[in-house]
């Protein structure tokens, strides 16, 4: 599996897997892209979407449609 360059510098893979464990303790699975007519897409369960291009996922962000989850208590 390659690095990305965009991933903490401090995450860990866990073996065999496609997940990661972030420096904050949370496990994160990381997408594997779908090229279709040269646009990368990635399959992501949000509602009303099965498959959203990087600029889609970008402008979804930017109108606001992303909200933050609340942090748990400890």
């Known amino acids: ?3 990305d ?3 903490p510098a401090d995450y860990r893979i866990i073996a065999d897997s496609s997940y990661i ?5 949370k496990v994160a699975r990381l997408l594997t ?3 279709r007519n040269g646009v990368t897409y990635y399959n992501l369960f949000v509602p009303g ?3 959203m291009s990087l600029d ?3 402008a979804t962000i930017k ?5 933050k989850a ?5």
């Open 21 to 25: 464990v972030l420096p904050d303790h």
């Open 5 to 7: 360059p965009k991933l």
């Open 70 to 74: 609340d942090q748990p208590t400890k």
């Open 1 to 3: 599996m390659k690095k």
């Open 33 to 35: 892209p779908t090229i």
């Open 56 to 58: 889609d996922i970008e």
């Open 63 to 67: 109108a606001g449609e992303v909200t």
């Open 49 to 51: 979407y099965t498959r």
